[in-house]
């Protein structure tokens, strides 16, 4: 099974509210990224929140991670119909140190719409 | 900057065909990854490549090969497709493995086996 679980699956909001994205994994991580997923289009970066810290910030995002509980969860706040898309967690997994290891692993997604 | 350039974005094989997906990426970055993109499934990582003359495993290798010659190119190669391998593939690159780094994607190939 895969390393990262998004939930929910999907989402279904109106404009202007927030919209709460949760993923948990498995394994000790070095870092946690979400991506957004446009229809049929590649992934695009959004934020990365290291093992060390609890809480990030970027725009109208909000991440935070627990590493106790293995999840973390992503927020958007005052949500616009453009928000709509797929959000994926990505675990950066493995060892730095004498290469080949680490790898970047994908859970299943959450699908958000935002109605206007 | 292009960024991650992936062709084609369109293929349709028969079963048995061999094909290569291409992927370049202009940003001198160390590390590069493909991975399918199936309903239901997220994205499940094939191979992937910490430098060139470096590649190794992800989640399901099997059916393809990969090489890495050059820092900039990384084709993935099915060497007889099958129709499970129908999917949208996505070439991934990060500036280095040993950095909390981001990855930039292509846009993807739409495969579909036949």
């Known amino acids: 099974s895969q390393q990262g679980e998004e939930d929910p699956q999907a989402l279904s909001i109106q404009e202007g509210e927030n919209a709460t994205m949760n993923c948990s994994y498995k394994?000790?991580?070095?870092?946690l990224q979400w991506y957004r997923q446009n229809s049929g289009r590649g992934l695009v970066h959004l934020i990365l929140?290291?093992?060390?810290?609890r809480e990030k910030h970027s725009g109208r995002l909000r991440v935070t991670l627990d590493t106790s509980k293995k999840s973390s969860s992503l927020l958007i706040t005052a949500s616009r119909a453009a928000d709509t898309a797929s959000y994926f967690c990505?675990?950066?997994?493995?060892?730095?140190?004498?290469?080949?290891?680490?790898?970047?692993?994908f859970g299943t997604g959450t699908l958000l719409a935002v109605q206007p | 900057n292009a960024g991650v350039t992936q062709t084609p974005k369109f293929q349709v094989l028969k079963t048995g065909q061999s094909m290569t997906l291409q992927c370049a990426q202009d940003?001198?970055?160390?590390?590069m990854s493909w991975y399918r993109q199936d309903p239901g499934m997220g994205l499940r990582l094939i191979h992937y490549?910490?430098?060139?003359?470096?590649?190794d495993q992800g989640e399901v290798p099997n059916g393809y090969n990969v090489s890495r010659s050059t820092t900039e190119d990384f084709p993935l190669r099915l060497l007889s497709a099958a129709p499970s391998q129908t999917s949208v593939y996505f070439c991934?690159?990060?500036?280095?493995?040993?950095?909390?780094?981001?990855?930039?994607f292509g846009q993807g190939t739409r495969l579909t086996v036949v």
């Open positions: 991934a690159s990060r500036f280095s493995y040993s950095m909390n780094t981001e990855a930039f």
């Open positions: 394994t000790s991580i070095n870092n």
């Open positions: 929140i290291r093992s060390n810290e």
């Open positions: 990505a675990t950066d997994v493995g060892l730095y140190v004498g290469g080949a290891t680490n790898k970047l692993i």
């Open positions: 940003m001198n970055h160390e590390y």
């Open positions: 490549s910490v430098g060139a003359g470096i590649t």
